[in-house]
């Protein structure tokens, strides 16, 4: 096939570094795949908490290459691609065993050092494999074998694993690793000699070359935007079909939706780039991130299975043609005797949008579909900081890019004065070169745009806000206390120790009680009390009349409940007791945790009296206690 190059014209080793990223792809995009569905619903994690997991990786992925890379160029690539996958397999296999949030957090930044190491060395292995003719087909034949690594095995998954087993999706891609260690440690070889004389410093001395670029920066920082909004295919998209039931989990297997993004890519995406390659970069760019914008509005503006997976097509479109033409863009902008260094450092926007986005968008989420149960203002206002990202892009050009737009043309002027000169060209056509415009467009390059796409912000956020709530489905709502996520834990009961007081007549004393335990079925609060001994004066007894005692009580999710003051029998204890009971839909450390408002009520206290006369000593008061007994579900 010519797709894949002549015969002969890739060395072995470039077909087996393209197998390294197939499986290890594969086996990163499988796991991506049941993430959110695996952490939320399996092991009831927060999405908070799932979205500072998927943020921990960001570092690994786009910081820590800087210097793995320059260390596998200094000490040799083979050794580094070992550490690399033995650092991999080790955290998947701890990620499947965990089921804790501080735990899978070690097992992610395991796996993610692994990656970190890994993926310098592959892109680099490409480079010394191919040749300046071949380049090009070498990359695409890579990227190409990326999306189908991140196509095929969570489809491949969604048929072969129950989504309640998806824990062991970390197992299957431990062994791909594993099968990519067997593979590097038998076949690989480096491609290139160790350099002894590469350093860390010497890369980082780079980033303070850019970093005093303010033009750049700004760029970069701009474009964070829409890695931001980007992050939300991996965070969002998934828990959004479940939980508020555009799919049904029962039937339609969670991670088939992570399909057709790679999908989308795969079957037009030669179609797209031959398209792209004709228009400007910046113009690119903006329709680019404009459709990815539509595409995720679209897929939350209603619960229709059709129209959400049209939503995920059209987003995957504007992906495509956005981030191959901010590459072109900086290529151009950057001083080309810097080119490369500056393309090195790409890669920041990913870094800060993925980091910021999988934090700050769990945040979101939860806040605005989980508690709000407005899914609608969760998508619009993270379409807000694209539409916001496009306006600073535009101001962007008209500023910084336009100045440096006006440098390049200025040297290719400069260029052709050189050249015409030395072809003996006359002094006036010479001079109509120097003084040419630079291209222009009088839309582009109005404020017009601008302001149209800052207007689309409050416009789609009030709209969103207007549209009002959508239903909301509890997590595991179908599932039945000791069924399914319950299977894990157990019946159990605890008392507490019990609290002593005393009450003067017609008061109330209040305390605070907080169980230690989570998971609360029921608790109940009984006080006890008993009067004091009737009392002896001169040769007479005075009986003790009974005590009056009642108890409020109030807890967590609004549960409240009273116990009306009652009198103890006489002689005999007294005793009152409010119970309340929990329904929780799954496991979680939220489940009635928080601290019980108990009011003790003591009423009428009776007085001594003698068996026979009317004359007797007040009683003030009495003292009682509290016992908390509750009913909860331990793990086992």
């Known amino acids: 096939m010519k797709l894949l190059g002549e015969k002969g014209q890739f060395p072995r080793l ?21 993430l959110p569905y695996h952490l939320v619903y399996n092991l009831h994690f927060e999405t908070t908490a799932m979205g500072v997991l998927l943020g921990v990786l960001t570092p690994f992925l786009y910081l820590l290459p800087i210097a793995s890379g320059a260390l596998a160029q200094k000490y040799g690539f083979r050794p580094a691609l070992l550490l690399a996958f ?9 990620s499947g065993s965990m089921s804790t949030f501080e735990t899978m957090l070690v097992a992610f930044i395991l796996f993610g050092c692994g990656m970190g190491v890994f993926k310098p060395i592959i892109s680099a292995s ?28 969570p489809l491949i998954i969604s048929f072969a694993f129950p989504k309640e087993l998806y824990g062991l999706v970390f197992f299957m891609s431990t062994g791909m690793i594993v099968a990519n260690l067997v593979i590097a440690l038998f076949f690989y070889k480096n491609p290139a000699a160790p350099d002894p004389t590469k350093s860390v410093a010497g890369v980082l001395s780079g980033a303070g070359l850019v970093l005093k670029d303010l033009r750049f920066v700004v760029l970069l920082l701009i474009y964070s935007g829409f890695w931001f909004v980007y992050s939300m295919n991996h965070l969002a998209i998934l828990l959004y079909a479940i939980d508020f039931q555009v799919i049904d989990a029962s ?40 459709i990815v914008l539509l595409g995720f509005i679209t897929l939350g503006a209603t619960t229709n299975p059709a129209i959400f997976f049209a939503g995920i097509v059209i987003f995957s479109i504007g992906e495509f043609v956005t981030h191959p033409t901010y590459i072109a863009y900086v290529s151009k902008i950057a ?20 980091l910021s986005g999988n934090v700050v968008g769990a945040i979101m989420y939860k806040v605005m579909s989980e508690e709000m149960q407005r899914p609608k203002l969760f998508w619009n206002s993270v379409c807000a900081v694209g539409f916001l990202t496009i306006a600073l892009l535009l101001l962007y050009s ?18 052709q004065r050189t050249e015409a000169t030395a072809a003996g060209s006359s002094a006036q056509s010479v001079a109509d070169i120097v003084s040419a415009p630079v291209p222009s467009h009088r839309f582009w390059d109005s404020k017009l745009p601008i302001l149209a796409f800052l207007l689309v912000i409050p416009a789609i956020i009030g709209g969103a806000y207007g549209a009002g709530t959508d239903t909301y489905a509890d997590r595991d709502g179908k599932e039945e206390v000791g069924a399914g996520s319950w299977s894990k834990y157990l019946p159990s009961n605890r008392s507490m120790p019990a609290y002593p007081g005393s009450s003067l007549e017609n008061s109330d004393y209040m305390l605070f009680v907080e169980p230690e335990d989570a998971n609360l079925v029921n608790i109940t609060f009984t006080l006890r009390w008993t009067d ?6 001169l040769g007479r007894t005075y009986e003790n009349q009974p005590d009056e005692f009642g108890l409020e009580v109030s807890g967590p999710d609004g549960k409240k409940g009273s116990a009306p003051a009652k009198a103890n029998t006489y002689g005999q204890e007294g005793s009152v007791s409010v119970t309340l009971s929990f329904e929780h839909k799954k496991p979680q450390k939220a489940n009635a945790t928080s601290v019980f408002n108990v009011t003790v009520k003591c009423g009428a206290c009776g007085d001594f009296y003698p068996r026979f006369g009317v004359i007797g000593y007040t009683d003030t008061g009495n003292a009682w206690t509290l016992d908390v007994e509750y009913d909860y579900y331990a793990r086992k």
């Open 126 to 153: 490409i480079a010394h494999t191919t040749t300046e003719k071949s380049r090009n087909l070498g990359y695409s034949i890579y990227y190409w074998v990326i999306n189908v690594g991140s196509f095929t095995f």
């Open 398 to 415: 008209q500023t910084y890019g336009k100045k440096r737009r006006e440098e390049l043309a200025d040297q290719a002027a400069e260029t």
């Open 251 to 290: 039937v339609f297997p969670p991670t088939l939706i992570a399909v057709f993004n790679p999908g989308t890519i795969m079957i037009i995406g030669l179609f797209l780039g031959k398209i792209v390659e004709k228009y400007d970069s910046l113009r690119c760019m903006v329709v680019g991130i404009t």
């Open 532 to 537: 004091e001994a009737d009392m002896s004066r």
């Open 86 to 94: 033995v650092l991999i397999a080790s955290g998947y296999a701890a």
């Open 335 to 354: 001083p080309k005797e810097k080119l490369a260094v500056y393309m090195g450092y790409a890669f920041i926007p990913p870094l800060i949008g993925l």
């Open 14 to 34: 470039f077909w087996i570094v393209n197998t390294l990223e197939l499986l290890e792809r594969g086996a990163y995009y499988g796991m991506l795949a049941m």
